[in-house]
């Protein structure tokens, strides 16, 4: 049974924002389950990407806002700065979709490298620019975690999710999702 587009947003909005809100509980719980003294990958940020290079129409722009503004406020970061930062990174790479529709996964996975290493850059530098301090050794270990997981979540949204780039028959004549 085909559902309609209005009925897949509905239902992948919701699976996004439930999916993201586990891994921000897992975050914020007093657990340690990983290497101590070494961060993880951001998740949320990987999930947001690879479901914004695949299916734009089923995370809007305010959905994913939210998302990083209570991470902000639940991780103890600079109120709205990761988020903007994370708005400018996903409508980079949504302006840039239908490109990367027919290019292998190398070049999105070079594309994404890209933006999480400039948006990494202006989270640090801004940070410094009003002397915040932080730890750029554990922040680029964290980018690159991010960088080698990337193609991992894909794997998992495409098989699990269901979440895969659009065909040539799931368009309209106008290139635009049915």
């Not at 940020?45 to 299916?55: A, E, Q, S």
């Not at 801004?126 to 750029?136: G, K, N, Y």
Request: aromatic share 10%.
């Amino acid at each position: 049974m085909d559902r309609s587009l209005a009925a897949n947003r509905w239902i992948y909005g919701l699976a996004y924002f439930g999916i993201t809100g586990v891994i921000l509980l897992f975050r914020i719980l007093p657990i340690d389950i990983g290497p101590n003294g070494y961060p993880g990958p951001d998740l949320i940020l990987c999930i947001t990407f690879v479901w914004v290079l695949r299916r734009p129409q089923f995370v809007p722009t305010p959905l994913i806002a939210l998302v990083f503004l209570v991470a902000d406020m639940l991780l103890l970061r600079p109120p709205g700065l990761w988020t903007a930062l994370v708005v400018l990174g996903v409508e980079f790479l949504r302006a840039r979709e239908a490109a990367s529709r027919e290019a292998p996964f190398s070049v999105e996975w070079g594309m994404v490298t890209g933006v999480l290493t400039a948006m990494t850059l202006a989270y640090a530098l801004t940070l410094s620019l009003f002397a915040v301090p932080q730890a750029l050794g554990l922040t680029v270990l964290q980018l690159i975690v991010t960088v080698l997981i990337y193609p991992v979540i894909a794997l998992l949204a495409r098989y699990v999710f269901g979440v895969h780039k659009l065909t040539p028959g799931e368009l309209d004549a106008a290139g635009r999702p049915k």
